[in-house]
């Protein structure tokens, strides 16, 4: 069955760090280009950071910086590591594939999400 | 604020034919970009709908439809169904922003 699956989200202090990891099965990681989408409780989708076939990796200008998207292609196996952590960075994070393999990046398959908070 | 904007709500009665606008600018949906629309009922994650302007992925009826013109892009949905109430989402690439941007979202209630 052709899935993703996010693990890795809990409740962390302001300040502190959390990596996220998204299973992938069905298909290959590395051959396509991988995001991660997050949306804050009741509000809109955000897009957070997108990981390129070539390993080249892009990142919304609120987690630049503080987020690093990576990939482990022999646990097929998509990351995001999450540092410096704030308040509104509380949200479910989704990891999706993207469908289009150019600049109009569009997702067809998403995870069901993992929810981290941030408070003390 | 969204960089692509999209009213917060619609709403139409079983069998009536609602549009959902997406409103961009020059460095996204007006340089060209695709747009993408994403349906969400609660609980869910995001569904990919309609891709590349008016193009459905497989298994998505054909009352949902897609369009662009300019800076805009719109969702019509035809044949409204009680399932169709959802939360709605546009998307695209912003040049300026060298990134994906989405709308805020627009709730759709069937009356």
């Known amino acids: 069955e052709v899935q993703l699956v996010e693990s890795g989200g809990g409740l962390i202090q302001p300040g502190g760090s959390l990596r996220l990891s998204c299973a992938a099965s069905?298909?290959?990681?590395?051959?396509?280009?991988m995001t991660w989408v997050r949306q804050a409780p009741g509000k809109g989708l955000e897009w957070v950071s997108l990981?390129?076939?070539?390993?080249?990796?892009y990142y919304a200008d609120s987690v630049k910086g503080r987020f690093t998207i990576s990939r482990d292609n022999s646990k097929n196996t998509l990351y995001l590591q999450m540092n410096s952590l704030r308040a509104e960075d509380t949200a479910i994070y989704y990891c999706?594939?993207?469908?289009?393999?150019?600049?109009?990046?569009?997702?067809?398959?998403w995870g069901r999400g993992t929810l981290v908070t941030v408070s003390s | 604020q969204s960089v692509l904007t999209q009213p917060p709500s619609v709403s139409g009665a079983p069998g009536q034919r609602v549009t959902i606008s997406c409103t961009g600018s020059?460095?996204?949906?007006?340089?060209?970009?695709?747009v993408h629309w994403y349906q969400q009922l609660p609980g869910t994650p995001p569904k990919l709908l309609i891709y590349?302007?008016?193009n459905r992925p497989s298994g998505v009826p054909d009352r949902f439809s897609g369009s662009k013109s300019g800076t805009s892009a719109s969702l019509a949905i035809t044949g409204l169904q009680a399932e169709d109430e959802a939360d709605y989402y546009c998307?695209?690439?912003?040049?300026?922003?060298?990134?994906?941007?989405f709308g805020g979202g627009t709730k759709l209630t069937v009356l």
């Open positions: 998307q695209s690439y912003d040049s300026s922003l060298s990134g994906v941007v």
């Open positions: 020059s460095s996204n949906i007006g340089a060209g970009y695709d």
């Open positions: 990981i390129y076939r070539t390993g080249s990796t």
């Open positions: 999706a594939r993207d469908a289009s393999s150019d600049s109009n990046w569009y997702f067809d398959l």
């Open positions: 590349g302007n008016n």
């Open positions: 069905g298909f290959t990681v590395s051959s396509n280009y």
